[in-house]
């Protein structure tokens, strides 16, 4: 069964095929794990590299299931891959990290890391032993991160040029996403979703307050940033108004937020209720219905002009709802309850006898959303009085595009936040890479010992950025990579970099190509980390289970 084998090279070339399950183990050591560690990251990063940047290929993956994902990520491409490979595995971790911590920037850092271990295995192939590599490139690491602290631009300004730039930002990262072609109106709701979110005081974006709905439907044009909470339900009866807002002399709804089941206590009997006869029936019907308007009178009494429940009720109840007023919602999960407690300032309530006015969430107007000729709609409650909850809501024609443009404005959402906690950026187009490529050799030119062999090909890893950035975009990467680093060098600026779009233009900061400097460092300190943690490793168990 060759789906359970996998193809391997050893250290003269020659392929031979690992075949799991058999029973046996196969121990590499050394040298020959390292390299074969290496080769194996090789193979991963070559199908992330075609990724980088705007010109980069979109990938379409197909899970076993058969769903398809069209995307330019590289955490998505990376996370959906079947790999058997534990070294590949660790690209994987490592593009998930720059994910979770930075949220961009995590194609770059695979291509990165898989430029330093091909770097360290020609330096391991010269003689050099990998414990002092992983060493030399941690230094030059160092040199590398002075380098981009030192030509990072602080971009805070005032208020309205601070928030241009935002958008500009958001703008560059979503260039290389399908959803360029609406990309200021995506760039525009990532700046705004994060502004309102916005911890002043922590300049911190908790995201948990910014939730991402996608609706297949319309176009990705009719998306919005929607000022409050949407839930995919709708009013629990077909009478309910499709809109409700405040009565008159009210300036806000009152929502009561229901964790108890909306149903009437047991009665209490000691023993096993039994129904013999129709006047019992009636009997507990009626001591039903009784208790259902009890419970309607006293949402009423506090105030409350909308329920909603995060669990069902019967048609009976429902009615009920239906004949006194009460629009409610039922079957709403438990993170969306939170989210609408606190959008809406009010408490979950879970026992009914809790409930109270000072407990009722308020917002200004709750609407079912439809969406043209489908059945579907969706409930929106806005205006709510803690305005720190919103929902980037996305159309899309089709269920790929709605999830790869979430992808592409989470990302921008992160480039927009990681400016808001640090305003300094670095410039894009592999400008930034260039000038501490440039800056690593120089140090290696400085060094006598064996670190100058690291430095060096620290600074051809860096390289390899401007170069696939160019190779992606049509343009030789040598010869690109040659004009950047002479013209960075004469005119002494790092604002140089690779001209992806044709605009006529290298210099990056006029094209408005900037990132994140707290990225790009994270990028350069992830990589090196990861590099020197598969150095280190020299004794590798491949598949199998018993030890022979
Ligand atoms: P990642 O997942 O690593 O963010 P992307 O595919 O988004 O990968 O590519 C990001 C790289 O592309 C960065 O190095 C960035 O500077 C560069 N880039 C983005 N837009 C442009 C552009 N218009 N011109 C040149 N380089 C660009």
Known sequence: ???????????????????RDQGSKKRQHGLEAKKSHILAARSVASIIRTSLGPRGLDKILISPDG?????????????????????????VQLSKSQDDEIGDGTT???????????????LIEKGIHPIKIANGFDEAAKVAAQRLEEQADDVAGDETSFKE????????SLGSKIVSKDHDKFAQMAVDAVLRVLDEERKDVDFELIKLEGRVGGSLRDSKLIDGVILDKDFSHPQMPKEVVPVEGQNELKLAILTCPFEPPKPKTKHKLDISSVEEYQKLQNYEQDKFKEMIENIKRVGADVVICQWGFDDEANHLLLQNNLPAVRWVGGQELELIAIATHGRIVPRFQDLS?????????????????TKDRMLVIEQCSDAKTVTCFIRGSNKMIVDEAKRALHDALCVVRNLVKDSRVVYGGGAAEVAMSIAVSEEADRQRGIDQYAFRAFAQALDTIPMTLAENSGLDPIDTLTLLKSKQIKENSSLI????????????????????????????????QLCRMILKIDNVIISGKDEY
């Open 1 to 19: 069964d060759m789906s359970n084998a996998i193809m391997a090279q050893d250290e003269m070339g020659r392929p031979f095929i690992i075949v």
């Open 67 to 91: 769903e398809i994902t069209i995307t330019n990520d590289g955490a998505t491409i990376l996370c959906q891959m079947e790999l058997d490979n534990e070294i590949a595995k660790l690209l």
């Open 108 to 122: 770059g850092v695979v291509v990165l890391a898989s430029a330093l271990l091909d770097q360290a295995l020609e």
């Open 165 to 172: 730039y935002l958008f500009r930002a958001a703008k560059t």
């Open 357 to 373: 006015t000072e407990k009722l969430g308020k917002c200004g107007r709750i609407y079912e959303m439809e969406f043209g000729t």
């Open 497 to 528: 970099g690779v001209d992806c779009l044709s605009k006529g233009s290298n210099d990056m900061k006029e094209l408005f190509v900037v990132d994140p400097f707290i990225g790009k460092k994270q990028q350069i300190m992830l990589a090196t």
